[in-house]
């Protein structure tokens, strides 16, 4: 069954394509229309169609874009461009978009029929094979939940040998050996509160499976997944570092937008260090879980680095500690009041069974501040008030141990209100960054990644940083920018539209025109007119 949705700024050739359709022996049903991509985006999230055939113009709307956002969004769907004979070089690069095909107006009705009878004979066929292949795997992927402990178990005992690790692990189908590793982690659940995108494994199993289609030909893979999350290694042929881990961004960011525009459900991915022995792949899997956390500070729906939100170098390991401390340095550089509070009552549990050794139990309060201390220090410049010898002073001057949690509490108190003050300047800094950055290079072919790219934050990172402080987006802040600069540029009489567009940064006059209008109500003839009579 072909289930569709149309898309054409005009309603007559919808008319047309219904009609036609309609006369076709072929299983379908036409789940909806839109005359532009924000119609047709809306309706697709609502219907989930498996055949899209749209215009390659729409006035403002552009079906190629329409068409790279659902290459992401909506992968296993075909695609179909309708064009003008004018359009027709312009429609043949959308073969670049996944696109199935692309058919000339006006459009022929042996022409369609021929091209939806190819497309419903090979979903079927998809169909088939996903059943087929789904059954023959289903007790292996039910498995999988119990192998991530196994897997790294091979790792472990067999570092000596990478060859008894390969074998062993091609025994089972796997094949992970390579020059670099990088985990990404996909948590969907909030804390404790089990807001998970799916209950059952088998639905799971489906998403983790769906999820592989991001990863490319150069990366070798295999996931582990539970009811709430799905662990994804990824093993490069590449021994530089950054392109693997640009590489694998790019991966992560196609996986976001496809959880976003498919399920309502919050979620966080969080991606490691790539790395260069097969040694530190578990520690990478504990980096990309520990960046996940950051969503009760970033938000979620977002990819989190750990290079964003915590310092860490190729194949660190993390100091043997106890998994208290840990936690506790964790929700501490989250900023976390509920969570260090917690996590503090249950250190002082711990610190209780020690039978009312006062001396012993203050130690251990004074060994829990040197490491806190030591760790911040590593990542934040934190005040003299804050790190200074004072609380050492007041921990051993106590004689009751509640006493000693109380000031330890208004410590860690002082510590978060002081991150989150310094988060908050580090953050204005990388955002007037950026502005400069965009202000000196608005003429030139800019985008999202190459500003963070300038200055050392992921794109995603900053697009989110952005937005929660300047409360809207880094794209329309450089249309202001270029949109003033085009202003200036206008009140030369002397230059064509075209130039001007060309001036601030835009090689389609057409699209400068429809952004210019739309920031100033007027045409930029219009706007030059108007200035030439003021």
Same mark, same amino acid.
């Given at each position: 069954?072909?289930?569709?949705?149309?898309?054409?700024?005009?309603?007559?050739?919808?008319?047309?394509?219904?009609?036609?359709?309609?006369?076709?022996?072929?299983?379908?049903?036409?789940?909806?229309?839109?005359?532009?991509?924000?119609?047709?985006?809306?309706?697709?999230?609502?219907?989930?169609?498996?055949?899209?055939?749209?215009?390659?113009?729409?006035?403002?709307?552009?079906?190629?874009?329409?068409?790279?956002?659902?290459?992401?969004?909506?992968?296993?769907?075909?695609?179909?461009?309708?064009?003008?004979?004018?359009?027709?070089?312009?429609?043949?690069?959308?073969?670049?978009?996944?696109?199935?095909?692309?058919?000339?107006?006006?459009?022929?009705?042996?022409?369609?029929?021929?091209?939806?009878?190819?497309?419903?004979?090979?979903?079927?066929?998809?169909?088939?094979?996903?059943?087929? /292949? @789904?059954?023959?795997?289903?007790? +292996?992927?039910?498995? =999988?939940? #119990?192998?991530?402990?196994?897997? !790294? $178990?091979? *790792?472990?005992?067999?570092?000596?040998?990478?060859?008894?690790?390969?074998?062993?692990?091609?025994?089972?189908?796997?094949?992970?050996?390579?020059?670099?590793?990088?985990?990404?982690?996909?948590?969907?659940?909030?804390?404790?509160?089990?807001?998970?995108?799916?209950? /059952? @494994?088998?639905?799971?199993?489906? +998403?983790?499976?769906? =999820?592989? #289609?991001?990863?490319?030909?150069? !990366? $070798?893979? *295999?996931?582990?997944?539970?009811?709430?999350?799905?662990?994804?290694?990824?093993?490069?042929?590449?021994?530089?570092?950054?392109?693997?881990?640009?590489?694998?961004?790019?991966?992560?960011?196609?996986?976001?937008?496809?959880?976003?525009?498919?399920?309502?459900?919050?979620?966080?991915?969080?991606?490691?260090?790539?790395?260069?022995?097969?040694?530190?792949?578990?520690?990478?899997?504990?980096?990309? *879980?520990?960046?996940?956390?950051?969503?009760?500070?970033?938000?979620?729906?977002?990819?989190?680095?750990?290079?964003?939100?915590?310092?860490?170098?190729?194949?660190?390991?993390?100091?043997?500690?106890?998994?208290?401390?840990?936690?506790?340095?964790?929700?501490?550089?989250?900023?976390?009041?509920?969570?260090?509070?917690?996590?503090?009552?249950?250190?002082?549990?711990?610190?209780?069974?020690?039978?009312?050794?006062?001396?012993?139990?203050?130690?251990?309060?004074?060994?829990?501040?040197?490491?806190?201390?030591?760790?911040?220090?590593?990542?934040?410049?934190?005040?003299?008030?804050?790190?200074?010898?004072?609380?050492?002073?007041?921990?051993?001057?106590?004689?009751?141990?509640?006493?000693?949690?109380?000031?330890?509490?208004?410590?860690?108190?002082?510590?978060?209100?002081?991150?989150?003050?310094?988060?908050?300047?580090?953050?204005?800094?990388?955002?007037?960054?950026?502005?400069?950055?965009?202000?000196?290079?608005?003429?030139?072919?800019?985008?999202?990644?190459?500003?963070?790219?300038?200055?050392?934050?992921?794109?995603?990172?900053?697009?989110?940083?952005?937005?929660?402080?300047?409360?809207?987006?880094?794209?329309?802040?450089?249309?202001?920018?270029?949109?003033?600069?085009?202003?200036?540029?206008?009140?030369?009489?002397?230059?064509?539209?075209?130039?001007?567009?060309?001036?601030?940064?835009?090689?389609?006059?057409?699209?400068?025109?429809?952004?210019?209008?739309?920031?100033?109500?007027?045409?930029?003839?219009?706007?030059?007119?108007?200035?030439?009579?003021?």
């Amino acid at each position: 069954m072909l289930y569709i949705v149309l898309v054409d700024d005009e309603q007559l050739v919808i008319h047309h394509l219904v009609k036609l359709i309609s006369t076709f022996d072929i299983p379908h049903k036409i789940v909806g229309t839109a005359n532009n991509n924000q119609q047709a985006l809306r309706i697709i999230r609502e219907t989930h169609p498996n055949l899209i055939i749209t215009d390659i113009r729409m006035g403002a709307s552009n079906g190629l874009d329409l068409c790279d956002t659902l290459r992401v969004t909506m992968p296993h769907a075909k695609l179909i461009i309708l064009s003008g004979f004018d359009d027709f070089g312009y429609a043949q690069k959308a073969l670049r978009y996944n696109v199935f095909n692309y058919l000339l107006k006006p459009v022929n009705e042996k022409e369609l029929y021929e091209q939806l009878s190819q497309i419903h004979g090979i979903l079927r066929e998809e169909k088939e094979a996903e059943a087929q /292949d @789904f059954l023959l795997k289903k007790q +292996l992927l039910e498995c =999988l939940p #119990l192998m991530q402990e196994w897997f !790294f $178990k091979i *790792i472990r005992e067999n570092l000596e040998d990478l060859e008894i690790i390969d074998s062993t692990f091609r025994l089972f189908g796997i094949d992970i050996l390579n020059r670099s590793y990088q985990a990404l982690y996909i948590d969907f659940s909030q804390d404790n509160d089990a807001q998970e995108i799916e209950k /059952d @494994f088998i639905n799971v199993s489906k +998403l983790a499976q769906t =999820l592989m #289609l991001f990863t490319v030909d150069s !990366f $070798k893979t *295999i996931y582990f997944y539970d009811t709430g999350s799905i662990t994804i290694l990824l093993s490069s042929d590449h021994s530089d570092i950054e392109t693997v881990q640009k590489e694998v961004y790019r991966i992560a960011d196609r996986i976001r937008q496809y959880l976003d525009f498919n399920y309502e459900q919050p979620f966080s991915i969080g991606l490691s260090t790539a790395v260069q022995e097969i040694a530190y792949l578990r520690q990478s899997v504990k980096d990309a *879980i520990s960046a996940s956390k950051y969503s009760f500070y970033i938000g979620f729906n977002e990819i989190i680095c750990i290079t964003d939100v915590e310092l860490r170098s190729t194949g660190e390991s993390l100091p043997n500690f106890k998994y208290i401390q840990e936690d506790l340095l964790k929700y501490l550089k989250l900023c976390d009041i509920p969570h260090t509070e917690q996590y503090l009552n249950i250190f002082y549990l711990n610190v209780l069974q020690l039978h009312g050794d006062r001396s012993l139990a203050t130690n251990k309060f004074l060994e829990l501040y040197y490491y806190l201390s030591n760790a911040l220090n590593q990542e934040f410049t934190l005040s003299e008030a804050v790190l200074s010898d004072e609380i050492i002073r007041r921990l051993t001057g106590c004689t009751n141990l509640e006493d000693i949690k109380g000031i330890f509490s208004d410590y860690l108190r002082e510590v978060i209100q002081e991150i989150g003050h310094l988060r908050t300047n580090k953050s204005q800094k990388f955002i007037e960054k950026a502005k400069e950055y965009i202000r000196q290079n608005y003429a030139h072919d800019i985008s999202l990644e190459s500003i963070a790219d300038e200055i050392g934050l992921s794109a995603c990172y900053l697009s989110t940083l952005y937005k929660n402080i300047e409360k809207t987006s880094i794209k329309e802040y450089l249309i202001d920018v270029r949109i003033d600069a085009s202003k200036k540029y206008l009140q030369d009489i002397n230059l064509k539209i075209y130039e001007v567009a060309a001036n601030v940064g835009y090689t389609d006059s057409r699209y400068f025109s429809q952004l210019f209008r739309k920031k100033t109500g007027y045409t930029p003839g219009q706007y030059r007119e108007f200035i030439q009579e003021t």
